[in-house]
């Protein structure tokens, strides 16, 4: 992952990184500026961490898919245990991928997360155990997304891999057989 954003190039994907912002944004937001409009934790933690839900779902299930090719989810085995499922696209449209819109997903991704860590250091220094739940909520979720999509990707080159692999092997064995096919 390139640390400075691609030059010259446009977002392919302008409303879906618009909305893989704005609940970021919006999250982390009221939360920070909430304490300035209201006195009820109750409405600071509903609301809060209603958008955390919301940037959680959209990302894992729309943002995703769209600006990375890419899309977990986590499934529970008939024998009771937890399994990470994976879906990417394949090669050629991974290689098509937008490198601005990957960028902006991976970096606001990370920068969310570290948002969170830094309000709950915050609540911690200032001795805010409520504040503090809200914000561990909110981590986790982001959290959650971070896991998922790094899997993802791990599980996506590793496909990718396999298939040029494949694809050299495939092409090695024709062209030995089309070598003793002629003798």
Not at 68 to 90: A, H, P, Q, T, Y
Request: glycine share 4%.
């Amino acid at each position: 992952m390139d640390l400075n954003q691609p030059p010259g190039e446009n977002y392919a994907n302008p409303k879906t990184c618009f909305f893989h912002v704005l609940f970021k944004g919006a999250a982390l937001a009221f939360y920070i500026l909430s304490a300035l409009f209201f006195d009820s934790f109750v409405i600071i933690f509903v609301v809060t961490v209603l958008l955390a839900a919301l940037d959680f779902w959209v990302v894992k299930n729309v943002s995703g898919r769209i600006l990375v090719g890419l899309r977990w989810w986590n499934e529970i085995n008939d024998m009771g245990e937890s399994v990470w499922k994976f879906e990417c696209l394949d090669h050629e449209s991974m290689a098509r991928m937008n490198k601005k819109d990957s960028w902006l997903f991976w970096w606001t991704l990370y920068l969310s997360a570290v948002a969170w860590i830094v309000l709950g250091i915050f609540s911690l220094i200032r001795f805010q155990a409520d504040y503090l739940l809200v914000v561990g909520v909110c981590l986790t979720l982001s959290i959650a997304n971070i896991i998922g999509f790094t899997k993802c990707r791990k599980d996506a080159k590793k496909q990718i891999q396999q298939f040029a692999s494949q694809t050299i092997a495939s092409g090695f064995t024709s062209t030995l057989q089309s070598a003793f096919s002629v003798v």
